[in-house]
């Protein structure tokens, strides 16, 4: 009975050390500080932010907020929703499982916490080591992933602008990636150089960046020491380009059904007569840009 | 901390980018003085001697940073080495490059500023739908718009899919209100008060089996819009119309349900005469019903649609209410429907057989009714730690047929079929820790009491059958968590069935066995069941072993049944699954023939009941791999799955006179069947549309038949290709083309060659959206059916439609089906060692006028 509990055993390990090892093998890290940032986009471009970022015109639907963690570790760091958070936390804890996630939806706080299909949420990681970028999302029912190398933001250091922001004293800064241009404020208390989402590469943490036009802001609402493993979770991701990366995220905005259709076979659209009809009755127009625009 | 920020800020509020006019590179390396390896991320800041900033860098992976500053290094200026958790390292300037720092560390003094975590913003289950957002205009019923979410497909018998496979049941805000009734919701609920649906992929409705034992189904759950809770809410749609018979149509809907916390009630009358039979809409997808007994006088089906080929007249009403209290459920439903269905056609059956073949044309019409009632009372209590749920259900079903056939053999058939069916099934759930401990008990009572009355010319025949069968199936099992990947089960149980046979058959006069039948028979099985799951993220494997023990008081008889299933799926890359499933069994034997008499089924066939007591054997295998690539909006999937029988007995079919005799004699025989498909999928997405083929093939070779005592293998081939296009052409206009072509091949030994046929249909429809609040649909289908005699029959059918959407929420429709009066359809197929040929008389030209109204 043993011998054959060893042959199972052996089998599935030989059966998942032979799948395809990804490019290049992720740092491993713990945090030593976690700082929370507000992050907030504009959906509907004729919505206005006002200098406060509170909407100077257009709906209040057309500003989405969230908060977000950053998880910063000598060697990585990584960003991502409370949301993914709390779920690890939840795991962690041992008091139940992924499956237990699944299919009991397990309250928290009086809410219902469970993962995404792919289990795979919106998640940035910087590994310090590699000097890589790596994106993760889930588009559709599938997860991907995005890995640069760390960007060069080419900051221009302000001589003149400072403020305070949490009690730290904060420099600005400016650059231009990727179709926008940009206004940061980081600390050089904190000597530290990470920020929210990809930003980084200045001699201190990044307490606030917007992008001019404000449509994107991320602002630092909270600050602790906490040792947490920071890491990318296992999933079957699909390695893509950012080019790809852009494509699916704007197909999952504009035309959630294609993806559904691409990724797990056809979908059929009927109408209430039973008859085929195409998927266009649910097409959304984007009314915003992303963050990154390619030309 | 001050000082340090005071110069900090100074020095930055001198770096200008004027300044750095001449370049100076510093590089070196920054490590841990206590581990000595390299320091990614530190900061380190050129600090000029009037406190300026002359440039700043980054540690890389390995600890080496280099600087560019605007001037050449001057005695008083610093290299400052920073990094949190670490003492911060000045050098004084001159310094030689490379430069080598070791950092220390000492405990991180910083000013936490405490937030409140926010609330989780995305609530829910697996996957949500928001249903405005698929919802259109002209949407009325809950599947309207449930078969335009990506991955469901609601089919034609009701049955909701999710990526392929049936769902388990559908819950309102959590409440199983209809009790696995589902079509009623998706049928009849109105869109309108549906604000969310979830679908919770591999749900546990059990909530102590969490984290031990994923479902093995999803389940929708619809959450409602904050004021349709609590209250009264519902539709009605009206419809009337004529044919050129002229005779009046009509179809009617009342929906009225209310969904509370605390009391919810769920009610639905409905009738019409176009068509549908209305029962399919109270089919209950978790208790099992009624087998039925053994008169057929089934209507033909036209693979057509009911509402074109079925002249009928049904009705349906039910009522479910549920209570909740804390965790506990009591729900009682009660339901009625009434079918009566007349049918005309007329048939040719070929029969092959060693030395020739038999024609027999025919010409019938027939009608039949069915009642049905059924009531049925739950107790569900659902907790982390226990799980108890008990259901009782009573079905009465009164059915009768009649049939007037002319022919070959002119006939006249009357039958009453009444039954009863009473059900318990009994969940007991318990669980400690990882461990769970179950019992389940499905207990079953049902009659049937039958009778059926054949007028020919040549006298009457009677046949009178009263069947009762009481059945249990009682197991305990237990289950254990091995980690975070496996879990291993074990269910023992007992089966067991008594079932009584009584009949009597007048005015035949056949050779060999008896015309009545008096049997009782008990079937024992204890059982044992061990099961295995492997989940890991890209290996998943599930195999179940049981053994049972079956024993069988008439005939005597004992044996070892066994049933090995697999299955896994194994995942190398996010783009590519391999699924494998395989299973091996023997079946038991075959209560429903255990009999030594004859049966009269109908007109034509006489059944000869067996005591055989030996067993078959069947494997099944299935692979396949699935690729997908959605950049590239690309779906392929390819399969090949084979059915391997092996059975100690054959089936005998004797022509004698105006009968065919059926049964069973000794004599080994085997059956394979082997099919393989491909299909791809490609999305258009600046067309909105897509595009994609389906190709399967498939073998079948049996030589189980042993017709008029000479053993008659057959083979049978077909092939089935289905393209499919839809796109937006513009912005008013969206259309939709479907083909299928079928090719059948079919050899026998009496043909001694390969006969050929081909059934073709293709479909084309259009959306026009002339304005926001009008629709309308024009929709074409041509059937190709190939005759046997190589000639062919054409059918083409044409629909349209015209909705218009008032501004107070009512809407008026007017739909004429069959635009071009088409008469009759016909159809040929091969059936086992038969070919069979048919003509119906489909519905003309109709035209309904309708007003639906949601409250």
């Known amino acids: 009975m043993k011998t054959k509990a060893l042959i199972l055993k052996t089998a599935l390990v030989a059966m998942i050390a032979f799948l395809p090892s990804k490019a290049f093998t992720q740092t491993r890290d713990s945090s030593y500080l976690e700082c929370v940032y507000d992050y907030r986009y504009i959906r509907d471009t004729s919505a206005v932010m006002k200098t406060d970022f509170h909407l100077a015109t257009g709906e209040k639907q057309s500003v989405s907020a969230d908060s977000l963690l950053l998880q910063i570790g000598t060697k990585a760091s990584r960003y991502y929703t409370f949301r993914t958070f709390y779920r690890d936390s939840v795991l962690a804890s041992g008091t139940t499982s992924v499956s237990d996630l699944i299919n009991n939806k397990r309250m928290i706080k009086g809410k219902y916490l469970t993962p995404t299909i792919s289990g795979v949420d919106f998640m940035v990681y910087k590994d310090k080591v590699e000097r890589k970028v790596i994106t993760t999302d889930e588009f559709g029912p599938s997860a991907y992933k995005l890995t640069e190398d760390t960007p060069d933001f080419g900051w221009k250091i302000s001589t003149v602008d400072m403020k305070e922001i949490l009690g730290f004293q904060c420099i600005k800064a400016t650059c231009s990636f990727r179709g926008r241009d940009y206004e940061a404020w980081f600390t050089m208390e904190l000597p530290i150089s990470d920020g929210p989402w990809k930003f980084c590469g200045l001699p201190g943490l990044i307490m606030e960046v917007y992008d001019v036009p404000r449509q994107y802001r991320y602002c630092i609402i909270g600050i602790r020491k906490v040792t947490r493993e920071i890491k990318l979770p296992k999933a079957n991701y699909i390695d893509v380009s950012l080019d790809d990366f852009l494509d699916m995220a704007r197909k999952e905005e504009e035309n959630i059904g294609a993806l559904m259709s691409a990724s797990s076979g056809p979908v059929i659209y009927l109408d209430s007569k039973g008859n085929r009809v195409s998927a266009e009755s649910f097409i959304k127009k984007m009314k915003f840009d992303f963050q990154e625009i390619l030309k | ?855």
């Not at chain 2, 289950?125 to 335009?148: C, G, H, I, P």
């Open chain 2, 1 to 855: 901390m001050l000082g340090f920020r005071t110069i900090i800020c100074l020095a930055i509020l001198f770096v200008g980018a004027s300044s750095f006019a001449q370049t100076t590179r510093i590089w070196g390396t920054v490590s841990s003085a206590e581990e000595n390896a390299a320091m990614p991320g530190a900061v380190i800041s050129y600090v000029l001697k009037d406190g300026r900033l002359g440039g700043f860098a980054i540690s890389d992976g390995k600890g080496k940073f280099e600087i560019a500053t605007s001037s050449n290094p001057m005695q008083g200026d610093s290299l400052k080495i920073s990094m949190m958790g670490y003492s911060q390292v000045a050098i004084a300037m001159p310094v030689q490059s490379p430069v080598s720092v070791a950092l220390r560390t000492k405990p991180m003094e910083i000013r936490e500023v405490r937030v409140t975590a926010p609330k989780i913003k995305m609530a829910g289950d697996t996957l949500r739908y928001n249903v405005a957002s698929f919802t259109e205009e002209q949407d009325k019923y809950l599947k309207d718009v449930l078969k335009r979410m990506p991955g469901i497909e609601i089919r034609s018998d009701g049955t909701i899919f999710y990526n392929g496979e049936s769902i388990g049941n559908v819950y309102v805000e959590g409440i199983d209100v209809v009790g696995g009734r589902y079509s009623i919701l998706s049928e009849n609920m109105s869109v309108r008060d549906v604000k969310t649906v979830e679908v919770l992929e591999r749900h546990q409705p059990i909530k102590a089996l969490a984290g031990i034992m994923p479902g093995t189904k999803a389940s929708i759950n619809l959450k409602l819009r904050e004021e349709s809770i609590g209250r009264w809410i519902g539709n009605i749609n009206l419809k009337g119309g004529t044919d050129p018979a002229p005779s009046g149509l009509w179809n009617g809907n009342l929906m009225l349900m209310r969904i509370g916390r605390k009391w919810s009630s769920v009610n639905n009358v409905k009738s019409n005469n176009t068509g549908k039979n209305l029962k399919s809409e109270l089919s209950d997808r978790i208790l099992e019903g009624n087998d039925g007994g053994y008169i057929a006088l089934n209507v033909n089906e036209a693979p057509l649609g009911d509402q074109r080929s079925k002249f009928n007249t049904s009705a349906i009403f039910s009522s479910s209410n549920t209570i909740k209290c804390g965790n506990w459920e009591y729900g009682a439903s009660a339901a009625y429907s009434y079918d009566k269905i007349k049918s005309a056609n007329t048939s040719r059956t070929t029969y092959y057989f060693d030395d020739g073949i038999e024609t027999v044309t025919e010409s019938e019409k027939s009608s039949s009714s069915e009642q049905f009632v059924q009531a049925k009372f739950r107790a569900q209590g659902n907790t982390e730690r226990d799980y108890f749920d008990n259901t009782l259900a009573a079905e009465l079903t009164f059915a009768s047929a009649r049939k007037e056939i002319d022919g070959s053999f002119a006939n006249n058939q009357n039958a009453n079929l009444p039954s009863i069916y009473i059900t318990d099934n009994l969940k007991y759930l318990k669980r400690f820790g990882d461990r769970t401990f179950r019992i389940n008990s499905i207990n079953t009572y049902s009659s049937n009491n039958e009778e059926l009355k054949i007028t020919r010319t040549s006298g009457e025949q009677w046949q009178r059958i009263q069947l009762s069968e009481l059945s249990t199936d009682t197991y305990l099992s237990g289950n254990i968590q091995s980690g975070m990947y496996l879990s291993s089960s074990i269910q023992a149980g007992l089966q067991g069935t008594y079932r009584s046979l009584r009949s009597t058959l007048s005015g035949i006069e056949l050779d060999g066995l008896s015309y009545s039948n008096n049997i009782s028979t008990v079937m024992i099985s204890p059982y044992i069941q061990l099961g295995l799951t492997y989940n890991h993220p890209k290996l998943r494997i599930t195999a179940l072993l049981p053994v049972q023990w079956k024993r069988y008081t008439k005939p005597v008889a004992g044996m070892l049944g066994y049933r090995i299933y697999t299955n896994m799926e194994y995942l190398p890359t996010a783009k590519l699954t391999v699924k494998f499933t395989g299973q091996a069994y023997n079946n038991g034997l075959n209560m429903t023939s255990l009999y030594e008499g004859y049966i009269l089924k109908n007109y034509r066939l006489l059944s000869s009941g067996n005591m055989i007591t030996k067993m078959g054997n069947t494997g099944n295998a299935k692979l396949a791999l699935n690729y997908k690539n959605p950049i590239k909006m690309w779906f392929v999937e390819l399969g090949i799955s084979g059915i391997w029988s092996r059975y100690p007995y054959s089936v005998t079919q004797n022509f004698s006179g105006d009968y065919i005799v059926g049964g069973y004699m000794n004599s080994p025989s085997s059956a394979r069947k082997l099919n393989s498909y491909f299909q791809w999928n490609k999305g258009l997405y600046e067309l909105n549309g897509k595009v994609g083929v389906k190709i399967s093939y498939t073998d079948y070779v049996s030589n189980s038949y042993i017709r008029n005592g000479v053993r008659s293998p057959y083979h049978m081939k077909d092939i089935t290709f289905k393209p499919e296009f839809e796109a937006r052409l513009a912005e008013w206009l969206s259309m939709t083309y479907t083909m299928r072509f079928n090719n059948y091949w079919y050899s026998s030994n009496s043909s001694n060659k390969w006969s050929c046929k081909m059934n073709f249909n293709h479909s084309i429809s259009c959306n026009l959206t002339l304005l926001s609040n009008l629709d309308i649909k024009l929709l074409a289908q041509h059937y190709y059916t190939g005759l046997d005699s190589g000639s062919s029959m054409n059918t083409v059918l044409a629909d349209a439609s015209i909705c218009y959407r008032l501004t107070c929420g009512v809407e008026l429709s007017i739909t004429a089906h069959n635009l071009l009066n088409s008469k009759t359809y016909t159809y040929s197929v091969y059936n086992r060692l038969n070919d069979f040929y048919c003509k119906y008389d489909i519905r003309p030209l109709n035209v309904l006028v309708g007003v639906f109204f949601a409250f």
